[in-house]
């Protein structure tokens, strides 16, 4: 209700009757909640170090101890400092994206300024993977190794091409972007290498962008972006837990996925809790607040835990819509404010919502390609193309599955989710080795 107070309200077009108003931007408070439970999780995540081992010790024998703590190579149980950042640049990025995230629900941010700010919280999820890791390198296939002809000359010259960006960025300033050959600890022979250099920190910024707004993009049906979220962590929580339970794995990778897992299991939680709200009929409308913040959780855990092209595989459905999308999202033929599927109060199913316009020669040809190929639907009259179904994949089930009820709609779109998650973690674990010839659940970084 107090939400209601202040005028974040709005009002669910796709009910029977006349719309009621209901509380809107309901995604701060699973924000707040889940980083209020990160800070407090910080004694409980640390606290084998915050415990001296020689509590009972006078002082002499604590300044011996931690003398010979310090000097020693392994088994070394001084507090980690570099792990205490990594968690730190995390929240201060999604506290960062929270706030964004509220201003464009309270303030209506136009998508052209608004698309580039989660670049602006990861920096400090960057500053910290260039200090603490720095690793810029990508394993070339095998394929291109061994099967396609001139592949490491090729391979050579573009890592040649690449390095000479990186020392016009280092004169500029100062900084050097490359991947040191003491980072990798490879089991057997060492892998074709293609350091990015300063292009693999774009790159990991242009993640940080792509996962809050894919998940932003597809939303619009009671239920979709709470439910999408809570699936991808699901999966992201499985791949995890393939590196906790496996005794073959390295350390290193095993700390990564810990931390990963630390920072998706409370954010299961409290988006179930949101999820219970927002799912047919929604009582609360979670805002973009929401979609920001759980699309960066995601772009946090691939960064710090150093899988962010399996974070990509696991957003394949997400990645799919934005392309399917990407003509109405361009310009290239007209895109309404809102794409949601229509409503139809007399049945009580969704149907397929149009684009209306009359399309130029070459945009009626492209639309009829694309009706062949069963991706969208037309709308004609007398013959002339005067609509399409709008490109989002919510309206795409509805051309090839035709109209449903709109809880029955959601959970079609999650359980599709769901099966490509887990065919892509099936991929990522079977078919990723034998492209690459590796898989960090045998090797890793140190």
């Known amino acids: ?88 640049s995390g929240l201060l990025s999604l506290q960062s994206i929270t706030l964004l995230g509220l201003f464009d629900d309270l303030f209506d941010i136009r998508w052209r300024h608004k698309f580039f700010m989660p670049a602006i919280a990861c920096v400090p999820l960057l500053i910290v993977y260039y200090v603490d890791f720095s690793v810029t390198s990508v394993v070339v296939p095998t394929f291109i190794q061994h099967k396609i002809i001139y592949g490491p000359q090729m391979i050579s010259i573009l ?32 892998p074709l290498l293609l350091d990015l250099g300063i292009f693999y920190y774009a790159y990991m910024a242009s993640i940080s962008i792509f996962s809050p707004n ?23 929580l499985i791949n995890d837990l393939c590196y906790l339970f496996l005794l073959s794995v390295s350390q290193a990778a095993y700390d990564l996925h810990l931390l990963s897992a630390i920072f ?4 299961i939680g409290v988006s ?23 699309g960066m959780v995601f772009a946090v855990v691939g960064i710090l835990g150093h899988f962010s092209k399996t974070l990509l ?39 397929p919502s149009y684009a209306l316009f009359k399309p130029r020669r070459w945009q009626a040809i492209a639309l009829q390609i694309l ?34 009820k709109e809880d029955h709609l959601c959970a079609l779109l999650l359980t599709t989710q769901f099966a490509m998650g887990l ?17 960090n659940l045998s090797w890793g970084v140190k």
Not at 214 to 236: K, P
Request: charged share 15%; net charge neutral; aromatic share 14%.
């Open 272 to 294: 179930l809790g949101l999820l219970k709200y927002n799912w047919y009929p929604a009582k609360v409308f979670v805002g973009d607040t929401y979609c920001y913040f759980s």
């Open 159 to 190: 890592n040649w091409a690449i390095r000479q960006g990186n020392h016009i960025v280092t004169y500029i300033t100062g900084l050097s972007f490359s991947t040191l050959v003491t980072d990798y600890s490879v089991t057997t022979s060492d």
């Open 1 to 88: 209700m107090f939400f209601i107070k202040i005028g974040l309200k709005g009002k669910d077009m796709s009910k029977r009757g006349d719309p009621i108003e209901i509380a809107e931007s309901m995604g701060v408070i699973p924000a707040v909640t889940y980083m209020m439970l990160m800070f407090l999780l910080i004694p409980f995540i640390f606290f084998k170090y915050l415990v001296s081992f020689s509590s009972l010790s006078n002082d002499s024998q604590m300044t011996s101890n931690y003398s010979d703590q310090y000097l020693a190579v392994t088994n070394n149980r001084l507090f980690p400092h570099n792990k205490l950042s990594e968690f730190l």
């Open 313 to 351: 595989i696991f957003l394949l459905p997400q990645i799919i819509n934005f392309i399917y999308s990407a003509p109405q999202i361009f310009g290239l033929v007209p895109c309404p404010r809102h794409r949601l599927p229509r409503f139809d109060p007399e049945s009580n199913l969704m149907h």
């Open 214 to 236: 894919a998940i932003n993009i597809l939303a619009g049906i009671n239920g979709l972006e709470v439910g999408q979220s809570v699936v991808l962590a699901v999966i992201f």
């Open 264 to 267: 998706i299991i409370p954010f």
């Open 371 to 404: 009706e062949k190929l069963h991706l969208i639907s037309i709308k004609r009259e007398k013959d002339t193309i005067v609509g399409f179904s709008n490109m989002t994949l919510i309206n795409l089930f509805l051309v090839w599955f035709g109209p449903m």
């Open 423 to 439: 065919s892509m973690l099936c991929v990522r674990h079977t078919l990723g080795p034998w492209i690459f010839g590796y898989d």
